[in-house]
């Protein structure tokens, strides 16, 4: 079975240009079919605060009213998509620009109002593949942001994690499917001051003394619980650290077990 690599960047490696050049750089080496999925948040919350918009986040995620989601779409699927797109074509990766809404790629539902009303937020229902296959058969790298569609002309913010979880999920009778949290952090790390106290290997039980333990940090939380989700859902692979992962995989960073 082909390999496909599914790769999620988050917002410190967009925010820094020398970073994000480094992790391209890596990310167009590789020689198997690869979408990339890229966050965006510290981009737009500067921008929702220079247009005096308060900034709400709760357990890791982003409460979007109406004003934040025109400025989460114009940041996520604008600007910064289309940069990591034109950055793909100066390296020779031929890469293509995609939110949910396009292809009809991720379909979602405005997330329902419990004890918090995260507003134009939206849980993912479906991932359709086949537009995204045609693309990958001819060489053409797809570029996810994080927002989703509602099938009736919704857009919706979904957490970037989330959307690469489930973009490995719907692959992984076709590929064999790999997923890679690339962020500025060497892993997953027992002491958050300490860069080189990586967790190399997280499976279910250490997962659960960690949080029992308050040892993870809040932003890390959605992303482990999207690990889990993968590893149980035929993903192959699940890894965490920097890029270097990609091409090196002597390189220290976490790898996720079930």
């Known amino acids: 079975?082909?390999?496909?690599?599914?790769?999620?960047?988050?917002?410190?490696?967009?925010?820094?240009e020398t970073a994000l050049n480094a992790f391209l750089d890596d990310?167009?080496?590789?020689?198997t079919?690869?979408?990339?999925?890229?966050?965006?948040?510290k981009s737009a919350s500067t921008l929702t605060q220079q247009m005096n918009i308060e900034v709400q986040i709760m357990n890791g995620r982003r409460i979007t009213n109406a004003e934040t989601l025109?400025?989460?779409?114009?940041?996520?699927?604008?600007?910064?998509?289309?940069?990591?797109?034109?950055?793909l074509q100066a390296r020779n990766t031929n890469a293509i620009g995609f939110s949910g809404a396009d292809g009809n790629s991720i379909t979602a539902i405005k997330r329902?109002?419990?004890?918090?009303?995260?507003?134009?937020?939206?849980?993912?229902?479906?991932?359709?593949?086949k537009t995204?296959?045609?693309?990958?058969?001819?060489?053409?790298?797809p570029v996810f942001c994080a927002i989703t569609h509602d099938k009736n002309g919704q857009l919706l913010n979904t957490n970037a994690d989330t959307v690469a979880s489930e973009l490995a999920i719907a692959f992984a009778n076709a590929y064999a499917t790999e997923l890679y949290y690339c962020f500025e952090k060497n892993?997953?790390?027992?002491?958050?001051?300490?860069?080189?106290s990586v967790i190399e290997i997280i499976d279910s039980?250490?997962?659960?003394?960690?949080?029992e333990g308050n040892n993870i940090s809040e932003g890390m939380l959605p992303k482990l619980t999207n690990c889990f989700h993968a590893i149980a859902h035929q993903v192959k692979k699940v890894h965490i650290g920097k890029s270097a992962m990609l091409l090196h995989t002597n390189t220290k960073h976490t790898t996720i077990q079930k």
């Open 1 to 16: 079975m082909e390999r496909l690599k599914i790769v999620k960047i988050g917002g410190h490696i967009i925010n820094d």
């Open 205 to 211: 039980k250490t997962y659960q003394t960690l949080l």
């Open 112 to 129: 329902p109002v419990e004890t918090i009303d995260y507003g134009f937020v939206g849980d993912i229902q479906k991932v359709h593949i």
């Open 70 to 87: 025109d400025i989460i779409t114009m940041v996520y699927a604008g600007k910064i998509n289309k940069t990591i797109v034109a950055k």
């Open 187 to 196: 892993g997953v790390l027992e002491d958050v001051n300490k860069d080189n």
């Open 132 to 141: 995204l296959k045609l693309l990958l058969n001819h060489g053409i790298t």
């Open 33 to 41: 079919p690869k979408i990339l999925v890229h966050g965006g948040g």
């Open 27 to 31: 990310f167009s080496k590789l020689n």
